[in-house]
């Protein structure tokens, strides 16, 4: 029989007693506890191998780019905030960005640092929601507490600055709506000597983890060449050892004020752009925004927060694409201004979406256990992804 | 059928009433079970509470939050409403489910859970049936619930239990060997598979020593028995399906595997089950390496074979209780004497060294229950391929090991 076997061209062997195996299409997701919302993933398994993982999108569509097309550009600020609903200050600054950009308005320096530190404060939330829910799907569940205690204090701090926990619409076009409260500087300095401390605790817990360590590295290996090859950004392709990050290439807000460095993935545990990595240039991204916050607060001009802006905006005929650096990856606005009060056309490019758009590619002949790594380390929200 | 009579008379009922032999057979056996039975229920019930109660606030003073605190002082009836909401919630059934295998896998898991009670001790005279072949009892009966978690994976049909069910199959069933050949080392080293005996077999001759104390534990008697308590709790860990090797039900893979369909009444059989596994794991343990009801706590000499109820009996017939007393005389008559019997002289001997032997297996049990907990707060959850290849390439060889030279050991010394 093991001859007769050989000499069919079947894809999948089938055995002809009666232990046959049979292929088996499973939905993971939408109501799924590792697909991060309403992700839903189609999955045709052998046993415990996932030969393909086809991700079906849309169970979040909201309607962002056509809403933004028949609202004012002030108005759809809040829109943006409930994109990637975890880097609100993030999504927010690029685009006023790009309003900025193609109004030709200017943005006072004290508010451009301001945007700066809300938005890697705003990174560094994100970033810790990103070690605690890869830590979940790895079946970790303490970590994701201890990540949120962080976190508590650093949507307290946002609290503060502009009274929004999750979303903040903080900064508007031509600055940010608040100024500091005062002795909130003392906080953030506060959390940063907070932050400092518990990031060894967070290494000993999980990254070194042997445990962790087995079901990250060597899992999900994305090469450079396809990393730049699917439009990967963010933290996704640094892992896979591509030194890109905005804030560097084309700096904005100020950004080219600041010392810091661009972690990139090394395959310190496994391959370069595997899991590990992924997860690893985050941790370091957690500590170089804490130095740029610090810088910023140091350095923080005085001045006005806000410039004069229209009340009724009117853009002038154009487009603009302004990308800036999201905890994610790249998020840009594209704007197609015809001279009214509303954008003719937005188009926003996402990093989830993208970085999504490589699951099919690397969940080939993984285990079930190696999807939920995988997607974890992606770190999509589908916020972001369904718009 | 005689034998066991016997071994019920031998356990813990003999100890209250020797004179048991003397009545029918079918009396004492049903007598045995009912009340054994309703006695794990309960000790069952208990554990459940207790520690689901327990395992919530260790899991919060890990996660830096507080657990349950608002149900009650402290939040100690929590697992009593919780219990309420299991029982009142909608039972359903999946349309597609064999009604039949669906409605049984939960029972056959319970039984699973439930039966190693008959053999498994929580004292010297505290055993429902003192079997000569205890261990072996214990071990075999604990693997039923494979059987049930099979059948919950299949009867649903719905694909993510059918996962965590031939998942479940294939981990408990790897588990079972090197475990097995743990005890194996033990039973060498003892020469008994009678768990009382394994017992006094670590209270005596360690270490050139007639009263070891501690020392006499199998875990410190040589360094094989110390390698095989690890690898017997650790795939006690996996047996009981607790993280790190909760893969069966890895909640962010195979949404709750086998019990994802089960809901109410049926899933807390399920969750009971886990729960006494995991006892059933860790007593199991304590009393194969860490002397069982022997020390810390030292207990009483008590002759081996008085009994309370040889002395009650005896006050009994001193006092005439078969005299001409009115029914309301022999109840005060009886009353007196058990009193007697059991706060006075040998009775109180007993009853001290029984209550200390507990207390005594009781905090080793816990302790290694509460490792359990600690472990799953804290570890990320290995992969399947991974519990495999610790099981088989791992495990498995050094628990080889460990039996040639538990062997080798006894032919020798």
């Known amino acids: 029989m093991g001859c007769a076997m050989s000499e069919t061209v079947s894809p999948t062997p089938i055995r002809q007693d009666s232990l046959r195996t049979e292929e088996m299409l499973i939905n993971m997701g939408p109501q799924h506890p590792s697909t991060h919302g309403v992700l839903r993933l189609v999955v045709r398994t052998d046993g415990e191998m996932v030969r393909e993982a086809w991700p079906h999108l849309g169970y979040l569509h909201r309607c962002f780019e056509k809403v933004a097309e028949s609202v004012t550009y002030a108005q759809v600020v809040p829109y943006t905030d409930r994109l990637d609903y975890l880097a609100s200050m993030n999504n927010a600054q690029a685009f006023c960005l790009g309003v900025e950009k193609l109004g030709r308005i200017e943005v006072p320096e004290r508010a451009s640092a301001l945007r700066v530190m809300v938005a890697e404060l705003n990174r560094i939330a994100s970033h810790l929601v990103a070690f605690g829910s890869f830590a979940m799907d790895l079946g970790a569940v303490t970590p994701f507490l201890y990540a949120f205690r962080e976190r508590e204090l650093i949507i307290s701090i946002l609290e503060k600055i502009s009274g929004g926990r999750l979303l903040y619409h903080y900064p508007r076009i031509g600055g940010v709506a608040r100024d500091l409260t005062p002795g909130l500087d003392q906080e953030i300095r506060d959390f940063l000597k907070q932050m400092r401390r518990v990031w060894p605790e967070y290494n000993a817990l999980l990254s070194e983890n042997q445990i962790f360590v087995k079901r990250t590295a060597n899992v999900g290996t994305v090469t450079r060449e396809q990393a730049i090859a699917w439009g990967l950004t963010g933290p996704c392709l640094r892992g896979s050892g591509v030194k890109f990050d905005l804030r560097k290439a084309q700096p904005y807000s100020g950004y080219e004020k600041y010392d810091f460095e661009i972690p990139v993935g090394e395959g310190a545990k496994g391959t370069v752009g595997d899991c590990w990595d992924r997860y690893w240039v985050r941790m370091v991204e957690m500590m170089e925004s804490c130095r740029i916050i610090e810088q910023a607060l140091d350095g923080l001009p005085e001045g006005p927060i806000q410039s004069k802006v229209a009340k009724v905006l009117r853009l002038p005929l154009g487009e603009v694409y302004v990308p800036c650096e999201n905890p994610r990856g790249e998020l840009g606005f594209f704007i197609v201004s015809d001279g009214k009060t509303q954008a003719l056309r937005i188009k926003a490019r996402g990093p989830s979406f993208n970085n999504l758009s490589i699951t099919h590619t690397v969940c080939q002949d993984v285990l079930i256990a190696d999807v939920v790594a995988i997607l974890g380390s992606i770190d999509i929200v589908l916020g972001e992804v369904d718009r | ?413």
């Not at chain 2, 094989?224 to 308590?229: H, S």
């Not at chain 2, 893969?247 to 886990?274: C, D, I, K, N, Q």
């Open chain 2, 1 to 413: 059928m005689q034998d066991a009579i016997q071994q019920i008379h031998s356990g813990v009922f003999g100890l209250l009433w020797p004179e048991m032999l003397r009545l029918p057979t079918w009396l004492v056996l049903t007598a045995g079970f009912v009340v054994g039975g309703a006695l794990v229920l309960v000790w069952m019930a208990l554990m459940a509470l207790a520690w689901t109660y327990g395992e919530r606030r260790i899991a919060g003073f890990i996660q830096v939050r507080y657990g349950p605190n608002r149900v009650g002082p402290l939040g100690l009836l929590q697992p009593v409403a919780d219990g309420i909401k299991c029982f009142s919630k909608e039972d359903t059934v999946p349309t597609v489910a064999y009604k039949f295998m669906y409605t049984l896998a939960p029972l056959l898991v319970f039984l699973g859970a439930m039966l190693p009670f008959a053999a498994l001790p929580f004292s010297q005279r505290l055993v429902l049936a003192d079997m000569p072949l205890g261990l072996y009892y214990v071990l075999a009966f604990e693997a039923i619930e494979v059987i049930g978690i099979l059948m919950a994976g299949w009867a649903p049909g719905s694909k993510w239990s059918l996962y965590g069910g031939m998942r479940l199959a294939a981990q408990l069933l790897s588990y079972e060997i090197p475990m097995g050949l743990c005890a194996l080392v033990i039973i060498l080293l003892s020469g008994s598979l009678n768990l009382g005996e394994i017992v006094t077999w670590q209270s005596q001759n360690a270490w050139g020593l007639e009263h070891p104390w501690v020392l006499g534990w199998a875990i410190f008697r040589s360094p094989v028995t110390f390698i095989a308590f690890v690898i017997f709790f650790v795939a006690g860990l996996a047996a009981s399906k607790r993280a790190p090797f909760d893969l069966p039900e890895a909640e962010s893979e195979l949404v709750a595997g086998y019990h994802t369909e089960y809901s109410g009444l049926r899933f807390s059989f399920f969750f009971m089950a886990e729960y006494t596994a995991m006892y059933v794991v860790c007593a199991l343990s304590a009393v194969l390496f860490l002397g069982g009801w022997y020390g810390p706590v030292p207990m009483p000499d008590v002759a081996p074979d008085s009994s309370l109820a040889a002395r009650w009996v005896e006050l009994v017939g001193l006092q005439g209780l078969q005299g001409d007393l009115s029914m309301m005389q022999k109840i005060v008559c009886a009353g007196r004497t058990l009193c007697e019997a059991l706060f006075q002289g040998e009775g109180l001997r007993i009853l001290a060294s029984e209550a200390i032997g507990l207390f005594n297996l009781l905090l080793k049990a816990f302790g290694l229950y509460f490792v359990m907990i600690w472990v799953r707060w804290t570890l990320p959850r290995v992969r399947i391929d991974q519990v495999m290849y610790l099981c088989l390439k791992v495990l498995l060889p050094f628990s080889l090991v460990c039996l040639i030279w538990a062997l080798i050991q006894v032919a020798l010394f």
